[in-house]
């Protein structure tokens, strides 16, 4: 079977885009999940490239197999009707919690890099978030064909100012103590679970559309190699940050640090990121609820924004550092039967 390239690279574009999102962005994702074990969490990256790339790309063979739509279909088809169900709904609250998160993120960007108001920050981009719902919301996602490429780029310029700083080597293979170090063992697994997992909203339908699956397969291959790549310059970076868990946004202290003259640039990317997380997390919250909740949208967004509003409050850190690891447990069993299931024993539809 011939492999179409060009729609290969395509899908490699939107999964690098879905996983990209503001946790990444920000540099509190890879800080929380890896930086913060030293040479342990650059071992763990590379072991979370390995299932990004495989997982993935088994994940959008299996969609393209089975003809799925949508990841109720999906999740389904792998855990049964019953599991599948119990899955969906527990799908629901975690983008609920990505959605606070997001919002957090906004307001940190106010308070931490911007020295305004944090609740500046909540209110503008709750009101800029129900105006694109009203409006539409076509434009935004093709606003991240430019916000993405140009965060990446700015990540590979960030490392290789980085590399050529004092004592990186020595940085870069040190092992710090942290009094939760167990969690660098589970931390690949549980941060490409809870990835992988948010991602089928997105992954699922593009593999479904394009059905060809050894077209969808290259997609995720070249999709997860990407990754890896961003997360290990992204890492290489934040090592040289003294005290990178004090900041909520250590990737701006970095850029501020290295290349003054690109920071405010790079703090409008960063926010443009979250806004277009925001918006796709309820986007995507609203269009489940409304399967079996017939209310307007108008009330569904509302009451989507009104419930990540209240528990945004908690400061993004502090957010983000419990709530994704919890997140990521929970995904590691779609993981776990993910790895299990067997492709050539799956019928093409």
């Not at 390995?50 to 109720?72: C, D, E, N, V």
């Not at 960030?158 to 969690?183: A, H, R, T, Y």
């Not at 190699?225 to 290990?232: F, G």
């Not at 209240?310 to 447990?329: A, D, M, R």
């Given at each position: 079977m011939k492999t179409n390239w060009g729609a290969a690279f395509q899908i490699a574009a939107v999964y690098v885009g879905t996983v990209v999102g503001a946790g990444f962005a920000t540099g509190r994702e890879i800080v929380e999940f890896f930086t913060r074990f030293g040479f342990i969490g650059l071992i763990g990256i590379l072991f979370s490239g390995?299932?990004?790339?495989?997982?993935?790309?088994?994940?959008?063979?299996?969609?393209?197999?089975?003809?799925?739509?949508?990841?109720?279909e999906f999740n389904i088809f792998l855990f049964g009707r019953v599991f599948g169900s119990i899955i969906n709904v527990i799908m629901l609250f975690m983008l609920l919690g990505v959605c606070a998160v997001m919002l957090s993120g906004a307001g940190a960007v106010f308070s931490e890099q911007l020295g305004l108001s944090r609740s500046f920050g909540l209110i503008l981009t709750l009101s800029l978030s129900i105006i694109v719902m009203i409006v539409g919301i076509k434009g935004l996602f093709a606003a991240n064909t430019i916000v993405v490429p140009l965060m990446i780029s700015f990540s590979f310029i960030?490392?290789?100012?980085?590399?050529?700083?004092?004592?990186?080597?020595?940085?870069?293979?040190?092992?710090?103590?942290?009094?939760?170090?167990?969690?660098?063992?589970v931390a690949p697994f549980s941060y490409t679970a809870l990835n992988l997992g948010l991602a089928q909203a997105v992954l699922v339908p593009v593999a479904a559309e394009i059905r060809d699956e050894q077209t969808v397969k290259w997609g995720g291959i070249i999709g997860g190699?990407?990754?890896?790549?961003?997360?290990?310059s992204s890492h290489f970076t934040l090592v040289m940050l003294p005290n990178v868990e004090a900041f909520e946004i250590p990737m701006a202290v970095v850029m501020k640090s290295l290349a003054a003259g690109l920071y405010g640039l790079y703090i409008l990317i960063i926010y443009g990121e979250i806004f277009t997380s925001v918006i796709g997390n309820v986007f995507g919250l609203e269009r489940q609820i409304k399967t079996f909740l017939p209310l307007p949208s108008i009330a569904i967004v509302g009451g989507i924004l009104t419930i990540a509003f209240?528990?945004?409050?908690?400061?993004?850190?502090?957010?983000?550092?419990?709530?994704?690891?919890?997140?990521?447990?929970?995904?590691?069993?779609?993981i776990i039967l993910l790895w299990m299931k067997p492709l050539d024993k799956i019928e093409k539809k």
């Open positions: 390995y299932i990004f790339i495989s997982q993935g790309s088994k994940l959008m063979r299996i969609s393209a197999k089975i003809g799925a739509t949508s990841y109720q960030l490392m290789v100012m980085s590399v050529q700083l004092p004592n990186f080597l020595d940085q870069l293979l040190f092992i710090p103590f942290v009094d939760d170090g167990w969690k660098s063992v190699a990407a990754l890896t790549l961003i997360l290990l209240l528990i945004s409050q908690i400061e993004y850190g502090t957010l983000l550092s419990y709530l994704y690891p919890v997140f990521g447990y929970i995904s590691i069993i779609f």
